[in-house]
């Protein structure tokens, strides 16, 4: 049962360019969301978070989108650098159920194209 | 954030034997985690690692396939036994020390290969 989706394996965008990697969650007791990047042969690295009495969190380049009726959140990279290239993990949790564990998706690897 | 230390970080394994992978933390951490990335899918839960008792297996997973100890706060490790090649996978330890899920640590992964 994948409660989370990441529906896109691979996305391609130019240098400089936004870059929207998109995901969508089953569960609505989920009120925890999170993205991470993957390098190959190293861990996955938090990258930025959103709770869900929020439809927005932005850090520098980085901005986190939720839509709570949708159950789905996007992540937009402004501008896209070729170091972003990376795998993007959306993952979701339910802290407020005392629910420490997390569900991830499969994962978009975006290839930022000098 | 607390810094991770997984051995090893990849593995060629024989069928029918098993692998145990360790995960260090610099730090005392509240919760320890086992994931799985098989190919082309997403990071799968295994199981909390509890400190002192028995782990927390997912549907799927079960102690006799993965055994995991985790004798203190710092470490834990993850057993891979009576391996098949559909165990090859990247096996990931991840940590938090807060009673929420904001800034998962994880290791660098074992990328185990089994022939």
């Known amino acids: 049962d994948q409660q989370v989706k990441q529906n896109s394996p691979s996305l391609s965008v130019q240098e400089g360019r936004i870059s929207i990697l998109n995901c969508d969650y089953t569960n609505s007791m989920f009120d925890y969301f999170l993205w991470y990047k993957k390098y190959p042969a190293e861990g996955p690295t938090f990258l930025i978070s959103i709770s869900s009495i929020k439809d927005k969190n932005e850090d520098g380049r980085f901005t986190v989108f939720l839509n709570k009726s949708a159950k789905h959140l996007s992540l937009h990279i402004v501008p896209s650098q070729p170091g972003d290239s990376a795998v993007y993990f959306c993952a979701a949790s339910a802290p407020i159920l005392n629910n420490n564990d997390m569900r991830f998706g499969a994962g978009t690897r975006l290839t930022v194209k000098p | 954030s607390a810094v991770i230390s997984q051995k090893p970080s990849r593995d060629i394994c024989q069928r029918g034997t098993s692998l145990t992978i360790q995960c260090q933390v610099d730090s005392q951490v509240t919760m320890m985690f086992w994931y799985r990335q098989q190919p082309g899918q997403s990071l799968t839960l295994i199981a909390t690692?509890?400190?002192?008792?028995?782990?927390?297996?997912e549907s799927g997973f079960v102690i006799d396939k993965f055994p995991i100890s985790r004798p203190n706060l710092t470490f834990s490790t993850l057993t891979v036994s009576n391996m098949s090649p559909e165990d090859s996978s990247i096996y990931l330890c991840?940590?938090?020390?807060?009673?929420?899920?904001?800034?998962?640590?994880f290791g660098s992964g074992t990328r185990l290969t089994v022939v």
């Open positions: 690692a509890n400190q002192g008792s028995e782990a927390t297996y």
């Open positions: 991840s940590v938090t020390q807060g009673i929420t899920n904001y800034g998962y640590t």
